[in-house]
């Protein structure tokens, strides 16, 4: 019998197309597998597919955002007994909110940029310009702003607050994008972007050519290996499950700044996992089926 994997894809939040992109293409990959694949879409009312998902070995969690990545989605699962991919509710909530990983971070010796959370629109912000501000808790840099000046502060502040109850201002690091994602508890490749736009938006995430892309990056021994080090020390120290990616900012002198712990990272065309895990000579398939194999 071939193994019964459900795809649980759209959701209701801002990233629901991009979780539609990632649902069709692990889609894709479980069929080519030989898995016997189900798609199961929803906008807000996940609860009445229950009896579906328990006819399912398991699912593939391919949510972005809001509460597939929360928690909320996992510990549903959790509670009616479904085996489903990633991290359990606990790591997935940690790393959605940027401020306590980053404490996580900071108090395990992981260098990280200074923060400030803002609750409301009119607390003072006591970090230096240039700072980046954006929701605590969003992916795909829905709210993301870096602001220079004084004029251009007040427009950021609305921006980031209409994706959350909670903003985070952070130091603007100057320096190269890089990200890595750790499978099981091997590291991957770390790759470096290199986006057309001045920050590495929604559209250059998610537009095919608008962004470089070099894997493996082009790093120091020593660099390469202490973000490989961060990643495993945060990846365990969040509790976080099978598969995850972690993202950094590397400055002038060579300080790699973490900014993030995704637990459900893309998985469509331009995609950085499939694209590091291509790199090590893992296919999207190969890639899909360990997730699988890892979460069962």
């Not at 510990?75 to 479904?82: G, S, V």
């Not at 994706?163 to 750790?182: A, F, M, N, S």
């Not at 990616?245 to 002038?252: G, S, T």
């Not at 996992?273 to 398939?285: I, W």
Request: aromatic share 10%; with cysteine.
């Amino acid at each position: 019998m071939p193994l019964k994997v459900g795809v649980l894809m759209g959701g209701p939040s801002e990233e629901h197309d991009v979780s539609i992109s990632t649902g069709k293409a692990v889609m894709e990959a479980c069929q080519r597998i030989g898995y016997n694949s189900t798609e199961i879409k929803f906008e807000h009312d996940f609860e009445s597919y229950l009896d579906n998902m328990k006819e399912q070995d398991i699912i593939f969690n391919a949510l972005h955002g809001g509460i597939g990545e929360n928690g909320r989605i996992q510990a549903w699962m959790d509670n009616h007994q479904i085996k489903y991919t990633g991290s359990d509710s606990f790591s997935s909530a940690l790393c959605m909110n940027k401020a306590k990983s980053k404490e996580i971070a900071k108090e395990n010796g992981v260098s990280t940029a200074k923060w400030q959370l803002l609750h409301d629109k009119n607390n003072s912000i006591s970090i230096e310009m240039p700072f980046v501000l954006k929701p605590n808790e969003q992916g795909s840099t829905f709210g993301l702003s870096i602001v220079f000046n004084e004029s251009e502060l007040l427009p950021a502040i609305e921006k980031a607050f209409q994706y959350g109850k909670e903003v985070i201002v952070e130091e603007y690091i100057k320096g190269r994008e890089l990200t890595i994602p750790i499978i099981g508890n091997e590291t991957y490749p770390v790759l470096e972007i290199k986006p057309s736009h001045k920050i590495y938006d929604y559209e250059c995430k998610y537009t095919p050519g608008l962004s470089e892309y070099i894997c493996p990056a082009n790093l120091k021994d020593n660099t390469r290996l202490r973000i490989q080090n961060d990643t495993e020390l945060l990846f365990n120290h969040f509790g976080c499950n099978v598969y995850a990616r972690a993202d950094f900012i590397l400055d002038d002198n060579e300080v790699p700044f973490f900014l993030e712990m995704n637990t459900l990272p893309g998985m469509t065309s331009t995609s950085l996992v499939p694209k590091s895990a291509n790199a090590k000579g893992v296919s999207f398939e190969g890639l899909i089926r360990k997730i699988i194999m890892l979460s069962i």
